[in-house]
Every structure is written in structure tokens, then in C-alpha cells.
């Protein structure tokens, strides 16, 4: 029967992760050039208040009267580094972390590892609810607080592939050949392990995003007047019938993580095919 | 088996201490100064109210007999009372729970269904345009903020169409039936109210599918890959040669040897509902433990967020190790690490 | 219920083609095969994995592959099934057309007891049938296959059963329902060499009891020797040569069938490795031009790169090779 399974056709360049890449490449664009690609200033009121879409304001004005096409691309300025420093940071203290804890074992791991358990008791959200609170609003504590609800994720990731990878043919040669233990886990282990953390990192780049929002939306990341697209939807909130405040932030956060996703999504497929 | 499972139950007081050490920790760290909470911006120059404040809070201890003083309270229930409602935390959080819980177990519900029947459809019709449908339905579903879909069907279903209730757990112009379980659909049954029951049951519609469309996503795609897996698998064609119809080969022959995976990821699914539950309630005005966290963290009410931590961190520490027990026990061949 | 014509044979089969693909990209796995098998008969279906005869017989029964057509003529007692409703199949597999498949670990459902899994073959064909009368001729079923215990064991999962247990029982799922016709799919070859000959016994009793027709597929003609009464050779989707067993051992007419024969391990004498037949088949869509085995035949010439063999002998025993020395007669 193996042999009537006909070879399945491998199309790396998915439909989803060209549009993923386009999407997120617009976004990008937006955190470079924001300020070039509309007319309008984010912080300034330009227009009579709550105004719905027009030619002048694409997608309307807030309670301020101001553009909110404006307020929305220059969120990406926000959005896009902080989920970028969040998952880097969380990425450099978790692999350190969980290469150290598989690499040397015993009491080192076991202490770090119960560290790691105790985090991820929490739910994600109420965790980074309450670092952020304790340490008083605003995007830097956020992301702070984002930091230490995902590092431990990298660490138990990083941890599982060293334990892996030191069990390989390659790394018992070197430590037959006397090689130092530091030279070990630096040379033969480290750069084998990295691939699954990247990828994880990038698929995570879109929830961290939708996780500064979500505490922005609450009132715990950015504190106003930044054009935020989790404080932005807040002030849509209060003014529910003025629909559009809310929608042009709103969409940029589906838009922005849909396209992570959808790389994400590609990226999973292509290292892991059996799911196809 | 059973040795898995005591280790577990043993490790589980360590765990509950260690959440409670770190959420307390968080209130050490704290820059915001909950002072302003309690007194007002006026008499803060005051030393004489500010000191009664911080006598009153326990402020003024050194960190180690807050700590002491702190756990000792827990075990006794007491989480220290909120700065905002003036009521104690554990009561204040105990009122609320079963509202979450109500909300979450519906979604779930919502989530698994959609979840099910999608993923079974998208493994069956794989590759066509179902399959890509339920592909897309699970991406969105992870990829938008439930706080923006809550107002978006809010706005559509119930202001622009009016086919649905606004927020909250009910009509506020129906009699409010005595609150036994504060399930408020369990407490309308009980007092034989039908009209409360279907009233509260249609305002769970909205929320529960704002925050099961995530986990519906997510369940999809497990049952999809497992379906997958074991439609391919021999037996199906012994099914298949038994005379067996598709309906009976995919519900009864490879679906149920799906249940104990699908099953797992519902159980871990917790995790996100009481997550997106915090949100969700905050956009429906729903009475749980959610929207009062979002008020404790607005207002900088450290007892009421470290309580709701706490009771949030148990509750998920809790059903994961119910279901990593209940995968263990209905899969006797699982290899324990 | 089903028109039986008289006379007509129990199965038979005329040009089955299975192809998979597009169309335009079509790709055959079955080219053509045309058999026939009667009542109490035993055919023996021959040839290396991949050969198309497993695909083939699934796809007489409309099991194949959605991605798989299949074309040409099955009859069951005189009812074409190509072309037939999917309902109208159902009603024959399972009922009056039993299958055995190889694996029977994997071709048992591992969630549902043994006796669930008989009675549902019963229940599926009978409407009128109870649970708890399905449940004791379920019981019946495992005592006609020699399963001791067998009220116990009904209760059981697959996994608690040894290989060769689990093969009674799909034997027992496949008669459930008295058959007239029974395909049995390597029904040996996941099994110890013990447990083969056992198997076989039970399932060359069964057939002399129920007079049942029975089609054997296999890779290994030395399983064939002692049970089949004629035997077909497959290879790469066709028939190559087709006699009643003694005559195929004694006067093989194609080079394949030849090769196949030296391969069976012979027990007698001591040998580190088989005789086998250098190569493999081809690869689907891969067909040599000519005759499909010339490039793994000893004999092959110019014209049997040139031009496909035809076919040669007389009806009870045909092989298609240029130098194929048969009895010629007429085979039309």
C-alpha cells in the first residue's frame, strides 16, 4: 500500500505565508514610516469629535477629534518593537536558563524547573495582570511583566533540546576527546538547538502582541494620550456607539496577529509535514 | 499509575505555596503606591491618616512578618480585605466565582462542540474547501482580541440587529431568583423560573461564543491531525468492510479513538477561558471574578489582584492535574516520564 | 434480494483497472485483471507488495482510495458492483462478501471489546437482531474459530489478545454473517510461523464447512501450496500467469512465477539467503515499455523490451511471456 501514496507536492511558499508575510510586512512599514504615510498627527485634534469615516478621515475621528487611520498605524510603532523586546528578552533569559538547567541537572535544574512550574501555574493573563499592577501602569512595566509571564516557556523548550541533543554521537565524541564542559554546551550542544525556539519565538511574536493589548485595554500597558491599539479599543469601549474608534485598532490587531499566525502556521507545516 | 498520581497529589501543596510566595512577592515589588487607593490625594500631607492607613493594611510590617502573617491569614481563608469594596477578598471572590465558572463552562461547551465537528468535518473533507474553511475559522479564532469581538457582536447583534440581549447575566427587569449556587442558571431551575433560566441562558450566548471561538480553534485542529491519523489507520477499513456506513466509520470507529486527546486539550483549554474570561467580562459587565480582577488592577487593589491570583492560579494548577490524572487513567499504555 | 443468476460464477471478475491520479495524469496500479472464483473454491492471489493485488480486491468492493477509479466488470453471483451504489455495497460487504486483512492489531478497533466488535458486524446486516442474541452468536463465532473462553473473552480489548488470537477474530468478524465469499488479505504474514499454519488450518475448516468461496492474497507462494486450488500471479498490476496449483509448481510458464518459486524458504536445506528475484517492481507510472518484467528477467530479448507478451495456454492454465512453453489452445 506505502508505495500508492503518491508524493506529496511540497509547497513551501504557501498561499498563507505569502499573505502572512505581506501583512506583516505592511506592518513593519507602518512602524518605520508612520508618520510619512498619513497627513495627520496622532496627538493633535484635526477634526470636530467622534466623526465617522470620510475621504478626509478614512476611519473617522476619536472623542479628542483625532484621526484615528492616524493613531493606528502609528500604533504599530508601539506594538510591533515591544513584542519584539518581549519575545527577545523572554527568549535570551529562558534558553540561558533551561540550556544551564539540562546541561548541568541535579540541583540546578531542579531549582529552575520549579521556578518554571510555579509561573506557569498561573493563567498567562492574570500573572501579567498582577506584575504590571504591582509595578504600576504604563508599557515599560507591561512589558516587563509580559516577560516574566513567557520566559519560562523558552526555558522549558530549551531545556527539553539540550537534554536531546546531548545524547547524540557528536557530543559524546567530544567529551571522550576531553573537551571542557563550558566548550560542550557552547560549541556541540547550543547551536543544534536552536531551530524549535525560533520558531516558537516567531509564532509567539503575534500573542505577545495581543497580550500588550490586552493589558493596554485594561488600563495596565500604555497610558493615554499614546496611540495604543489596546488603550484605543478602551476608548472605543466607552464610546460603543461610535463604532469606528474601535474598529480601525481592532482590525490592525486581527490583521497583525492573523499574519503572524499564518507564518507561524507555514513554519509548522514545514517542520512538521505529518500534520499536512 | 497510582504512583504517578500520588506523586502529583504530593506535589501539589509545593505548588500552591509557591504560587502563594510569588504572588506576594509581587506585592513587594509594587512602585505604585496603594496609599492613594485608601486615602485621598488631599491628605496624603496628613501623617497622623496616613499612618492609621498603614496600620490599618498591615503596611507597616517588615516584609518576612507580612509574609508569615500573610500565609497564616490564607490558611484561614482570610485574603486580607479590598481597598475598593471594603469587603473581604475570599468573600468577595467566593460571590463571584460561580459567575466565571458559569461562563466558562458554556464556552467551553460552544468551543468543544464547534471545535468537534469542525475538525471532524475538515479530516474528512481534507484538502477542499471545508478543510480550508475550518483552517481559517481556527486562525481568526486565535488571532482576535476577544475584548474587540466582544464590543463587535455586542454592537452588531444587540444594538444594530437587537436579535440578542445586551450585556449582563440577565434582563435586570426580571425577578432575580434567590441565589443558592449562584450559578444563575442552576438558581433559576431551582426556584422553577423558566423565564430567568431561558433570560439567562440566551445572555450566555454572545460572551460564551466571543470566548469559545478561540478554544474552538484550537480543538479543531487537534481533532482534525488525530482524525487524520486514525481514519488511516486499518481498522477503519475493517469498518468499512464490515458494511458500516461513513457517519457510523467516522463517529463511531474514529472519533472515539480521538475522545482521550480531544478530551486532554479541553481540559488544558482552562487555562485560555479563565484568561480570556477576565476580558470577556469586563466587555459583557459580567458580575465574575474577571471583571473584578480588572477593577482591582485598575485601582491598584492589591489584596483583591494577589486574591484573584492566587484563586486563579489553584483553579488552573487544579484542572490540569485533573486532567493529566484523567488522561493517565483512560490510557493505561501511556509511558510516565 | 439479489438478482443470483443462475449459473453464473460466485465472482468474477473481467478487466479490473484501478488508477490513481488526476485525469490525464492517470496512473494504473491495476491494469486489467480478469478472474474468476466458484463456490468452495480456493484462488490463490500471488505477487511482491505493491504488485496491485490488495488494491485490486478493494477495489472490487469499492474500498479503494477516494483519490483511486476503478474500472471493468465485477460480478458477485451475476450483480455487477462496479458502478453500484454505495448503500447497495454495504449491503454485500460484510454480509455476503467477508474480508480477513493482514494486521490484525491494527485492523481490530482498540477501543471496542471483541464482543462489540462481532456484534456490530451482525447488527450492521440484521435490523431485527437484539444486542444480547448479536452478544451470544458473537460467542458462537469465537468458539467456531477455537477461542477458548470465549464468554470472556468477548468482554476483552484487542490489545489483551496474542496475534494469532486476533486473527480468529477478525476470521470470526469476516464469517459472522455465513458469507458466500470470503477475501483474505496476507491473512498470515504479521503472524509466527506456528501460528500461520494454525490460521490456515481454521480458516480451510471454515471453508469446507460453509462452503464458502475464498480468495487468498499473498507475497509467499509456499503459503498457497497445501491450501489453494488455483493460483493467480500478479505482477506490476497484471496477470502474468494463472494454473491450478499442482500444475503452476510443476510446469511454471512464466519467468516470474519461476522466481517466485525458487524464492519459498526451504526448510530442508540450509541457506544464509533466499532466492529471490533480483530488483524490485516497478514504480507506479514507471513502467518499462514491452513486457512489464524484462528488466528482472533472466530471459529477457529484444522482443520483450519490444513488444508486450501475449498471452499463451490454454484456459486452466495461461501465462503471458514470449517464451512461455504451454499447451497452446484457443484462449479467446
Known sequence: MATLLLARRHTWLSLPLIVGLAVVGFWLLATLLAPQMTAFDPLDMVARRLQPPSWQHWLGTDALGRDVLARTLHGARHSLPIAVVVVSVAVAIGAMLGAVSGFLGGQVDNAIMRLVDITLSFPPMLLAMAVAASLGPGLGNATIAMVIVWWPVYARLMRAQVLEVREREHVEAAVAAGASRPRILLKHILPLCWTPVLISATMDLGQVILLAASLSFIGLGATPPTPEWGSMISDGAAQFYSWWVAFGPGLAILTIVLGFNFIGDALHDHFDPRSK | ?337 | MIPATENAPLFEVRDLRVAFGRAGVSLEAVRGISLTVDHGEVLGIVGESGSGKSIGMLGALGLQPDSARVSGSVRFKGLELVGLPRRELRKLRGARIGMIFQDPLSSLNPVMTIGAQIAEALLLHNETLSARVALERAEELLTLVAIPQPDRRLRQYPHEFSGGMRQRVMIAMAVANDPDLLIADEPTTALDVTVQAQIMEVLAALRRRLDIGLILITHDLGVLAGHADRVAVVYAGEIVEQASVDDLFARPGHPYTRGLIASIPDMSVERDRLNSIEGTPPPLGQLPGGCAFHPRCPLAQEICRASAPPIRGRAEHIAACHFADLPEGSTR
Do not use: C
Open chain 2, 1 to 337: 499509575m497510582t504512583r504517578y498520581i500520588i506523586r502529583r497529589l504530593f506535589a501539589m501543596p509545593f505548588l500552591v505555596l509557591g504560587i502563594v510566595t510569588l504572588a506576594f512577592l509581587l506585592t513587594t515589588v509594587t512602585k505604585g503606591d496603594p496609599l492613594t487607593a485608601i486615602v485621598s490625594e488631599r491628605q496624603m500631607n496628613n501623617p497622623e491618616i496616613v499612618a492609621a492607613a498603614k496600620a490599618r493594611w498591615g503596611l507597616d510590617r517588615s516584609l518576612p512578618e507580612r509574609y508569615v502573617i500573610y500565609v497564616g491569614n490564607l490558611l484561614t481563608g482570610d485574603m486580607g480585605t479590598s481597598f475598593i469594596t471594603r469587603r473581604p477578598v475570599g468573600q468577595d471572590i467566593l460571590f463571584r466565582l460561580p459567575a466565571t465558572m458559569e461562563l466558562v463552562i458554556a464556552a467551553m461547551l460552544v468551543g468543544a462542540t464547534i471545535g468537534i465537528a469542525l475538525g471532524v468535518l475538515a479530516a474528512y473533507y481534507r484538502n477542499t474547501a471545508t478543510d480550508h474553511f475550518a483552517r481559517l475559522f481556527a486562525l481568526f479564532g486565535s488571532s482576535i482580541p476577544v475584548f474587540w469581538l466582544g464590543l463587535a457582536v455586542l454592537f452588531i447583534f444587540s444594538v444594530k440587529l437587537g436579535i440578542m440581549p445586551g450585556p449582563g447575566r440577565m434582563d435586570a427587569r426580571l425577578p432575580q431568583p434567590p441565589e443558592i449556587t449562584r450559578f444563575l442558571t442552576i438558581d433559576a431551575l431551582l426556584a422553577g423560573d423558566f423565564r430567568v433560566f431561558i433570560d439567562a441562558l440566551w445572555h450566555l450566548i454572545l460572551p460564551s461564543f466571543v470566548l469559545g471561538w478561540a478554544v474552538a480553534g484550537t480543538i479543531s485542529r487537534l481533532v482534525r491531525a488525530n482524525m487524520l491519523e486514525v481514519l488511516g489507520r486499518e481498522f477503519i477499513l475493517t469498518a468499512r468492510a464490515k458494511g458500516a456506513g461513513e457517519l457510523r466509520v467516522v463517529l463511531r470507529h474514529a472519533l472515539r479513538n480521538t475522545l482521550v486527546p480531544t478530551l486532554t486539550v479541553i481540559g488544558y483549554s482552562f487555562a485560555y477561558l479563565l484568561t480570556g474570561a477576565v476580558l470577556t467580562e469586563t466587555i459583557f459587565s459580567w458580575p465574575g471574578m474577571g471583571s473584578y480582577a480588572v477593577s482591582a488592577a485598575r485601582g491598584l487593589d492589591f489584596p483583591a489582584i494577589i486574591g484573584v491570583t492566587i484563586v486563579g492560579g489553584v483553579v488552573f494548577l487544579v484542572t490540569n492535574l485533573v486532567t493529566d490524572i484523567a488522561y493517565v487513567v483512560a490510557n493505561p499504555r501511556v509511558r510516565l516520564g
